[in-house]
């Protein structure tokens, strides 16, 4: 496996780590939808109240567009994806946004600098592994 590069417990830390990880996350924001007043002022723009669903649907877009360009850049190959896989990637949106897309503005405040954050995290590993390979 070390000559093809392949991490064979890559799958079993998603599954172990991330998942467990997303769903604490995700239930502590709806525990504190319900229990603290200050989100129902605690927004800016036009999301004010961070307890209802976005009327707009901007943050939900703006979730899945951060998700997609975390989730199509690769560490390893840099933003490569083609044929098969950019089709499943572009069905992996489609999918995001429509499950996410009635959730309380409060999610996506912290969804987006997630994703946010991810991507800038993987865009300097890719830098690092360009590097490398030179």
């Not at 780590?17 to 504190?32: D, G, H, K, Q, S």
């Not at 002022?41 to 669903?53: A, E, K």
């Not at 943050?59 to 997609?68: D, E, G, Q, S």
Request: proline residues 5%.
């Amino acid at each position: 496996m070390t000559a093809f590069k392949v991490v064979a417990f890559r799958l079993w830390y998603d599954i172990g780590v991330r998942v467990p990880l997303f769903v604490t996350y995700f239930y502590a924001i709806e525990n504190m939808v319900d229990k603290v007043p200050s989100f129902t002022t605690g927004g800016m723009s036009w999301f004010f109240d961070l307890t209802t669903p976005d009327p707009f649907f901007i943050l939900p877009l703006m979730f899945t567009c951060t998700y997609m360009m975390s989730a199509l850049l690769e560490p390893n190959r840099g933003m490569k994806r083609k044929g098969f896989e950019l089709h499943v990637a572009a069905f992996e949106g489609a999918v995001v946004y429509s499950i996410f897309n009635g959730f309380p503005m409060a999610f996506f405040c912290y969804g987006i600098a997630n994703n946010l954050s991810q991507f800038v995290f993987k865009l300097s590993n890719v830098e690092k592994t360009k590097c490398e390979e030179a």
